[in-house]
T-cell receptor, first 113, second 116 residues
Framework: GNSVTQMEGPVTLSEEAFLTINCTYTATGYPSLFWYVQYPGEGLQLLLKATKADDKGSNKGFEATYRKETTSFHLEKGSVQVSDSAVYFCALSEDNQGGKLIFGQGTELSVKP | GAVVSQHPSRVICKSGTSVKIECRSLDFQATTMFWYRQFPKQSLMLMATSNEGSKATYEQGVEKDKFLINHASLTLSTLTVTSAHPEDSSFYIC????????????FGPGTRLTVT
C-alpha cells in the first residue's frame, strides 16, 4: 500500500541555519504531496503542497519539490527562526484531491536562538 | 483560514464507559470529515471517513462497532468510543474537508483520551 517515510527527529538547529527534512513516498499512480505543520497546542495546518511531478510548493520561506524519479518531497528552508519550532508531517493524498491522507511519522524541529 | 474545533480537549474515563468526541467546522460546511488517531511520537492514522448524511467508511482494522461515527450535519461529526479500554487511550484528531477549496483539510486541535 501507499506509505510515507520521514527522517526521524528531533532536529535541533540554531536560528538562521539551513533546514532539510527528508520525505520519501511509495504510491501507485500519481499522488498529491503535502507538508503539514503542527505548532505546540494547535491543530495541523497545511504548509505547502504539490500536485504533480516537478511542481514546487512554497510558503513562509519553506519549499519542497515533487521528485517523481526519486519519489521524494524534501522540505527545505534557507534560514530558520525560533518560531518555526514545530512538528512537520509529510503526507500524500490517495484520492489525489487532498481528501484521504497518508502521513509520515512527523519530524520535530526545535530552533534555538 | 477555516477553523475546526474539537470538544472536549481532554477526557479521562473509566474502563467500560463510553466517550463522545465532537468535531465542528465553525465557519464553513464540511462535506467530509476524517477521524485520525495519533500515538505518541507516531504518525496520524486514518480511522474513518465521514460524509454528511451517510455511513462512515472505516479503514481496515478499525472496529466500527467500537468507534461509532455520526455526521449528522455539514458542521458536526461525532466519534463515540464505546466500552472504552486502556488500549483506546490516545490522541484523536478530526479534520474537515469542504471539497470546494480543493486539497486542503482543516484540522481540529485534537482530543486526549485517557482510559483508566
Amino acid at each position: 500500500g501507499n506509505s510515507v517515510t520521514q527522517m526521524e527527529g528531533p532536529v535541533t538547529l540554531s536560528e538562521e541555519a539551513f533546514l532539510t527534512i527528508n520525505c520519501t513516498y511509495t504510491a501507485t499512480g500519481y499522488p498529491s504531496l503535502f507538508w503539514y505543520v503542527q505548532y505546540p497546542g494547535e491543530g495541523l495546518q497545511l504548509l505547502l503542497k504539490a500536485t504533480k511531478a516537478d511542481d514546487k510548493g512554497s510558503n513562509k520561506g519553506f519549499e519542497a519539490t515533487y521528485r517523481k524519479e526519486t519519489t521524494s518531497f524534501h522540505l527545505e528552508k534557507g534560514s530558520v527562526q525560533v518560531s518555526d519550532s514545530a512538528v512537520y508531517f509529510c503526507a500524500l493524498s490517495e484520492d489525489n484531491q487532498g481528501g484521504k491522507l497518508i502521513f509520515g511519522q512527523g519530524t520535530e524541529l526545535s530552533v534555538k536562538p | 483560514g477555516a477553523v475546526v474545533s474539537q470538544h472536549p480537549s481532554r477526557v479521562i474515563c473509566k474502563s467500560g464507559t463510553s466517550v463522545k468526541i465532537e468535531c465542528r467546522s465553525l465557519d464553513f460546511q464540511a462535506t467530509t470529515m476524517f477521524w485520525y488517531r495519533q500515538f505518541p511520537k507516531q504518525s496520524l492514522m486514518l480511522m474513518a471517513t465521514s460524509n454528511e448524511g451517510s455511513k462512515a467508511t472505516y479503514e481496515q482494522g478499525v472496529e466500527k462497532d467500537k468507534f461509532l461515527i455520526n455526521h449528522a450535519s455539514l458542521t458536526l461529526s461525532t466519534l463515540t468510543v464505546t466500552s472504552a479500554h486502556p488500549e483506546d487511550s490516545s490522541f484523536y484528531i478530526c479534520s474537515a474537508y469542504s471539497g470546494i477549496d480543493s486539497y486542503e483539510q482543516y484540522f481540529g486541535p485534537g482530543t486526549r483520551l485517557t482510559v483508566t
